[in-house]
């Protein structure tokens, strides 16, 4: 292909909408901006073809020039590091020749690209040297609605990365910013579609010839991607389903720290692992309620609830605001970005091993350690089967991130096979672990005297989910690994 190819790397950070006009930007870069005023018009197929096959088109006009610009829409979690086609072009016709990979992508359906959205933005830049900054005030819109869009691009020249984290917290301490997770290319085609559900996780895609080190960072990203989505939808309007995927993204992220921790130092992935228990546990309360709530359905006691569930979403969206979270997300993508870990002596080895066996082998401790944690099942207490739930749990999810590596070797069947049975155990697992811990729940609420809610965790049903928690265990145990 015939067409000038980069790699940019920037890390993009969400902005409170009025904190354009109530920092002293000047002062705080140390010099007055370039200010620059952009259109920009994106495009693409009726049928959103060309972002289905992950790329975005636009053509971007400052004063009387206008740029043409295709991206591979792939990012990772707030730091920017994709492929990049871009070249001057006259008017706002996009030239679809052998420069990007539009027409090769799309084909026929070249023919039937056409406008989209369009961005309205007050661009001010600063060059600091190493890093470029530029901070956008834009005004994003489809043909049916509009949005606001408030953000910072810090974007690195040479080997100045290290210099954006050390910028990027001076930015906080001047007004609160959050990692962002979407380019203006994803905010547009989202605001074209209805309000976006909850994120659940999404495969990570893994070649089989990447190191462990590669793959922990893809993994890692893509669980800060499915926090970050959700973490703002519960901060926008309270979502459930969002709270919900907002833990898992946090239990993942865990696990894959957990499962990949002969790479980097203990104290690394203990410190880790503390702040990210500590963020779950602050949305823990909310999630308890959520589940009360709908086991109790419409009426008298989800009004009763109400106010508990009030308090504990607004707990649960001053944590996700709060300096310790904010700082959390910068200084994890800070670490796993230019950490020692990847370069100190120690690591090396572990780091560079292929992923395939590294996968395979993390697989088999966690497939033993489920097995040696379910032994004598009917004798397990409610504590030992909680132990085990974890323990699925994270299989489960490791067996999720390393799919990839297997799916096309003859194991596809094997690999959701073994889905089903991960799935099927932890749903029993976690119906005994609700009815174990509901006095103490209820108790906490004052409604352990209230007959028709105790009656919601009645404990007849445990003996079916024991039966059927032991028939899944035992599937489980006896299924044949999908990764050897």
């Known amino acids: 292909m015939g067409g000038k190819w980069s790699e940019e790397v920037e890390l993009k950070l969400e902005l409170a909408p009025d904190a354009r006009s109530t920092v002293d930007w000047p002062a705080l870069f140390g010099a007055p901006p370039t200010m620059i005023a952009q259109h920009a018009v994106y495009f693409d197929t009726p049928?959103?073809?060309?972002?289905?096959?992950?790329?975005?088109?636009?053509?971007?006009?400052?004063?009387?020039?206008?740029?043409?610009t295709v991206k591979a829409r792939a990012a990772a979690a707030g730091l920017f590091a994709r492929a990049e086609w871009e070249f001057a072009v006259e008017g706002d016709i996009p030239v679809l020749d052998d420069r990007t990979p539009v027409a090769a992508t799309l084909g026929a359906r070249t023919a039937k690209l056409g406008p989209v959205f369009t961005i309205e933005n007050e661009r001010m830049l600063w060059d600091l040297g190493g890093i470029e900054v530029a901070l956008d005030h834009a005004r994003l819109a489809t043909p049916d609605a509009e949005t606001p869009i408030d953000e910072i691009e810090l974007e690195a020249k040479g080997n100045a990365i290290p210099a954006l984290f050390a910028?990027?917290?001076?930015?906080?301490?001047?007004?609160?910013?959050?990692?962002?997770?979407l380019s203006k290319a994803d905010r547009g085609y989202r605001l074209l579609a209805p309000p976006a559900?909850?994120?659940?996780?999404?495969?990570?895609?893994?070649?089989?010839?990447?190191?462990?080190?590669?793959a922990f960072c893809a993994i890692a990203r893509a669980c800060l991607r499915q926090f970050r989505l959700n973490a703002a939808t519960v901060i926008e309007r309270g979502d459930p389903g969002a709270l919900h995927q907002a833990r898992v993204a946090l239990r993942r992220l865990r696990s894959a720290l957990a499962v990949h921790a002969p790479l980097f130092p203990p104290s690394a992935a203990a410190r880790w692992d503390d702040e990210l228990r500590w963020l779950a546990g602050e949305l823990g309360a909310a999630r308890d309620l959520d589940v009360l709530a709908v086991r109790a359905g419409p009426g008298a006691l989800a009004d009763r609830l109400r106010p508990a569930?009030?308090?504990?979403?607004?707990?649960?969206?001053?944590?996700?605001?709060?300096?310790?979270?904010?700082?959390?997300?910068?200084d994890f993508v800070e670490w796993l970005t230019i950490g020692d870990w990847r370069t100190g002596d120690e690591a090396a080895a572990p780091c560079a091993r292929p992923v395939r066996g590294f996968a395979a082998e993390a697989l088999d401790r966690l497939h033993r350690k489920v097995r040696k944690r379910g032994r004598h099942f009917a004798r397990l207490d409610d504590a030992a089967r909680h132990r085990l739930r974890k323990t699925v749990k994270k299989l489960r999810y490791t067996a999720d991130f390393f799919a990839p590596l297997f799916s096309d070797d003859g194991q596809s069947a094997a690999l959701r096979d073994h889905a089903k049975l991960t799935e099927a155990l932890q749903d029993r697992l976690g119906a005994l672990n609700d009815i174990a811990t509901a006095p103490q729940l209820l108790r906490s609420l004052s409604l352990d005297a209230?007959?028709?809610?105790?009656a919601l965790f009645a404990t007849g049903d445990r003996e079916r989910l024991l039966g059927e928690a032991r028939t899944a265990f035992r599937a489980l145990r006896d299924a044949a690994p999908f990764w050897r």
């Open 167 to 181: 910028l990027a917290r001076r930015i906080d301490a001047a007004t609160p910013v959050q990692i962002a997770i």
């Open 197 to 214: 559900p909850a994120e659940k996780a999404r495969p990570v895609a893994l070649a089989a010839g990447i190191t462990a080190a590669e």
């Open 309 to 330: 569930r009030e308090a504990a979403y607004a707990r649960a969206t001053a944590a996700l605001l709060a300096p310790r979270a904010r700082h959390l997300m910068l």
């Open 47 to 68: 049928d959103r073809a060309l972002a289905a096959a992950g790329f975005s088109l636009r053509i971007r006009t400052s004063g009387t020039k206008c740029v043409q």
């Open 450 to 454: 209230v007959p028709e809610v105790v």
